[in-house]
């Protein structure tokens, strides 16, 4: 099984480089390693100092590259929706150009990203998958994609196939715009399945994300709610990277003054995420770029520790053997959290973000007693009973 490794943060703190610089490391010790990126904004290919090419490509002993051609995985994966929306488009009266722009999909991109991740991790290839993802906010929305998705289609396409077959010959006949087929809707499932393959990829054992951050009040504070979130959704958090870090010795007025403003960052970045390791990377005099450069970013990064280690502890949600359901959520605070019943669901909500959970068997048939935050963990005890009304 291959170690997935993501890296995310506030967009301009380094998470290419800590990404690229990670990706070097595991090459450079023996593992079989592919470096891939989820932002439409590649720069691993500068960071590295190197040229991307179609697949993955060998840019140094042991360290594959793979920029992803969006394009050409589209067709791959999407070929029969696509078609379909471009014909329903020219149905409409517009021109094949406008609706070839028009159902390039917001977000595909990224999408695409994810499922070539899960063809590379299922291909066995790999000891280490490094991921640069896209910025957190844009990474939360795709992490939470798959189980949304989930949702959604076990609801609504088993009753949507039934209407389409119903309805084809009268939209065909009073609207002249095909209905999908079933071709159609079988690549929005294997679409639906491939999605949900790369959730139980991200969340199993093997995978873990790292949040790069700077010593900086604005970025701590996304960070903080960047870990509650990630938590929520079931992903493992294993270190914090906090980069940019101004060395004290021999500073002058300008930089004691950051040196000073940074230490008590730091402080507060050891208290709020304690017991994850941070890892700190020193403020260089030059751009890291290259394989070298990077190794030595990693070596200041990870120094003697094993950065590749399997992460330990519990994942973010589990079940106890006395059937008490707990949900990590660090930092989260008393006010953000919201808890709701809806048939055999739990709605959790902390801060801004929802997540549904479908209740096991075991569970879903008894009703809720007690539900408390406390010390990063949600903990909902159950009773004898029917579900909450």
Known sequence: MSRVLLFTGKGGVGKTTVAAATATLAARSGRRTLVLSTDTAHSLADALGVTAGDGPTEVAPGLHLYQVDTQKALERQWGELRDYARDVLADLGLDEITAEEITVLPGAEEVIALLELREQARDGRWDVIVVDCAPTAETLRLLALPEALDWHVNRLLPTGRRLLRALSPVVRRVAQVNVPEDRVLGAGERLHRSLMEVRELLTGPGASVRLVLTPEAVVLAEARRTLTSLSLYGYRVDAVIANRVFPAGGADPWRRGWVKAQTGHLAEIRQSFSPLPLHTVPYLDAEPVGADAL???????????????PPAGDPPLRITPEGELVLALPLA???????????????????????????????????????????????????SGGPDD
Do not use: M, N, Q
């Open 295 to 309: 190794a030595e970013v990693a070596e200041a990064v990870y120094g003697g520790t094993d950065p590749f280690a």
């Open 333 to 383: 605070e008393r006010s953000e959290v919201d808890l709701a019943r809806k048939g055999d669901e739990l709605i959790v909500t902390a801060g801004s973000h929802r997540r549904v959970l479908a209740l096991p068997a075991a569970l879903s048939r008894r009703r809720v007693r007690e539900a408390v935050l406390r010390d990063g963990f949600l903990r909902v005890r159950f009773e």
